[in-house]
């Protein structure tokens, strides 16, 4: 069987560590070049493609690379055509609401008519559309939460960890969208022979967690 699995890993953020050491623990071994687009294992027939995390969703559709390893926050958001065959366990994060500490809040009413500040404004649009609420969503790629502070937003939607970013900006999360962990897209293009990888790769995923657990 000559058939390969092609793997797309943020190249370097936040998911970058937590994927590879995933890959090493499931006994895959990356001649790990920094700065390098791509590589290969040398145990396990699998390529790996080095990427910005909100081009994953995308390559993976495209079938430039056959899997990938994304924040399920950055798959709502991109609506390909990739689907989700595992939760990974890292990555923990969720997509919420915040406002000005001093502002009163007691319920998505009262985003009514607010001019929200967000890198996600797809998944927040449809939010707003469920909860009948009308508002101005402002799409901003980075530093979302000192919009309100310079006056480009009465509130913002971002992701959120430990909430530190929030406080240390005078903000309060009110509503959350969404609960996000990092997850192993798969697009659908793969031949038999390439199934056959991903579910001894799944094995192996799902082996390495239960030891942990
Ligand atoms: O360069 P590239 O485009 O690949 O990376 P990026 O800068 O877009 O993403 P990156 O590396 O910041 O995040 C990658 C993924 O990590 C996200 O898509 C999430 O799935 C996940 N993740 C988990 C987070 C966080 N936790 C997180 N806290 N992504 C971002 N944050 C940011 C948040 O935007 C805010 O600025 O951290 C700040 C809040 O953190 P706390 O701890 O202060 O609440
Ligand atoms: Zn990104």
Redesign the pocket.
Known sequence: MSAKLKIAV??????HDDSMKLLKECGIDVNNGVNRLKTEASNFPLELFFL???DIPQYVEDGVADIGI?????VFEKQKQVKVVEKLGF???RLSVAVPKSMEYNGVNDLQQLRIATSYPVIVANYLEQHHVKADIHEISGS??IAPGIGLADAIC?????????FMNGLKEVEVMLQ???VLVAGSKLSDDQQQLLDKLLFRMRAVRKAKN
């Open positions: 943020q190249k370097s953020g936040r998911l910005r995390d909100d994304v924040g399920e926050n950055v990555g923990k994060c979302v939460e971002d992701l959120v960890s430990s909430g530190s970013t929030l996000s962990e990092a």
